[in-house]
């Protein structure tokens, strides 16, 4: 048997599904694995119960099996369009209805459609980019696009910190935007870093698109209002040239596969079409469940009060356990501002990335290796080679033990080394 071209690019070993084959093992290993690989949010238990609750009223109403015995439109359900175009309208004022918003299943899918459609083969010829102006970023965007050579990453600025940290910003004396780059994308916070790109580089990145005609997408999966894993204190910003990304994923909700996309009217027609064509509609369920939360703005609070500060305590006792126990001199840890993971950079690390994650798995530690996250980055940087990212949420025992784990591998490294 043999594939289309399509099916040998989509078929590939990618580094998405090898995080996703992980994945699947550490849920399979059970308890022998430790699983810091994949990006599962944490289950909350006040999280679940309301959502366990609010599916019991929908069930007893049949709110729930009218959702499920109907498709929504291609542009998804039309009461949560209508009441997320008024959460946002009211929380930031932004001029939108519900004709700037699309429904996708989860944001990875959102990806997919925007990318392919303003980067890759245009029909006068021009092949165009997606421009990533702050490398690392997300593994799940690498291969998303029909046409190969789509995306360019540039690479950052480090800023040294205070206690073992460091930040990543964007090296605007070095951010070349060619005439061949049709969208630039920036998570924030950003997948794996925990980093959050600070207003003003946003801003600037925003007039740089607009000089361009091209948009910019911000990718909002673990950001405000909701599920507000953000700790830094920075501001929300969307006019009709961004594409604002969200998603119910890291709220909890990841098995509902809600992807929410805010542009302009253009470009949610045109999702909206490709929606019909790929999918005929997005799933209903996440927006029945969502739909009370967002029409009674508890959304916000449960985000700010419950879901911020049980991650921002869970990342502080992580970076504190390494700090402690990993002891070689160039270990640095990204300043977590937001996400789920925490990035960690081991300067002159004697083996690279790769290798230090197959130890580790050996030992029963799924982490992924850092040099999956920088796709587009052309030159060669010895930095992607010396990273690794880790969940930081899942369970505290797990992460202790892991961290353990990681920390007596890394120091044993570093030993056999000097010996
Ligand atoms: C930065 C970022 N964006 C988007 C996604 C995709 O999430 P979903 O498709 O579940 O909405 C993820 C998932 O891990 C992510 O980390």
């Not at 990318?115 to 303003?118: A, D, I, K, Q, S």
């Not at 253009?266 to 490709?274: E, F, K």
């Given at each position: 048997m043999s594939f289309s071209s399509f099916g040998n690019k989509f078929t590939r070993h990618?580094?998405?599904?090898?995080?996703m084959d992980d994945l699947n093992e550490g849920i399979r290993g059970g308890d022998d694995i430790l699983m810091l690989g994949g990006g599962n949010p944490a289950?909350?238990?006040?999280?679940?119960?309301?959502?366990?609750?609010?599916?019991?009223?929908?069930n007893q109403s049949g709110a729930l099996i009218d959702a499920l015995g109907n498709y929504d439109g291609p542009q998804g359900k039309d009461t949560f369009l209508d009441a997320l175009a008024t959460l946002f309208r009211e929380t930031y004022g932004w001029d939108i209805s519900k004709k700037n918003i699309a429904l996708t299943n989860g944001s990875q899918n959102a990806f997919f459609y925007l990318?392919?459609?303003?980067a890759g083969k245009y029909h006068d010829g021009r092949h165009k980019k997606v421009l990533f102006p702050l490398a690392p970023e997300y593994i799940g965007y690498a291969d998303a696009t029909l046409d190969d050579e789509v995306f360019v990453a540039a690479k950052p600025s480090i800023e040294e910190l205070d206690g073992g940290l460091f930040k990543y910003h964007v090296d605007f004396?070095?951010?070349e935007v060619g005439d061949d780059i049709g969208l630039i994308c920036v998570s924030r916070p950003t997948n794996p870093t925990g980093n959050v790109v600070t207003d003003e580089e946003l801003q600037r990145l925003d007039v740089i698109a607009r000089e361009k005609g091209i948009p910019l997408i911000i990718d909002n999966a673990y950001g405000t209002p909701f599920p507000n894993i953000i700790f830094a204190d920075v501001n929300p910003i969307w006019n009709d040239n961004i594409i604002l990304c969200l998603s119910l994923s890291k709220l909890g909700l990841p098995g509902a596969r809600c992807g929410i996309v805010i542009a302009n009217e253009?470009?949610?027609?045109?999702?909206?079409?490709?929606s019909g064509i790929i999918a005929l509609s997005p799933g209903s369920i996440g927006p029945e469940l969502a739909l009370p939360f967002i029409q009674d703005k508890s959304i916000i609070e449960m985000s700010e009060q419950i879901v911020k500060p049980f991650y921002q305590q869970r990342a502080e006792h992580a970076v504190s356990l390494l700090q402690e126990q990993i002891a070689v001199p160039g270990f640095r840890i990204h300043k977590p501002e937001g996400a789920i993971f925490l990035?960690?950079?081991?300067?002159d690390l004697p083996v690279t990335c790769e290798e230090l994650y197959q130890r580790l798995k050996q030992k029963g530690v799924l982490v992924v290796p850092g040099h999956y996250f920088f796709p587009g980055l052309e030159q060669e940087w010895q930095?992607?080679?010396?990273?690794i990212r880790m969940n930081y949420s899942q369970k505290p025992e797990d992460v202790e033990k892991g961290i353990a784990i990681i920390a007596s591998e890394v120091n044993a490294i570093y030993a056999e080394h000097n010996r």
């Open positions: 990618s580094g998405i599904t090898q995080l289950s909350i238990p006040e999280i679940e119960a309301k959502f366990k609750h609010k599916l019991d009223e929908l990318f392919n459609l303003f004396d070095h951010l253009q470009t949610i027609t045109a999702l909206s079409n490709l990035w960690l950079w081991f300067k930095h992607t080679h010396e990273c």
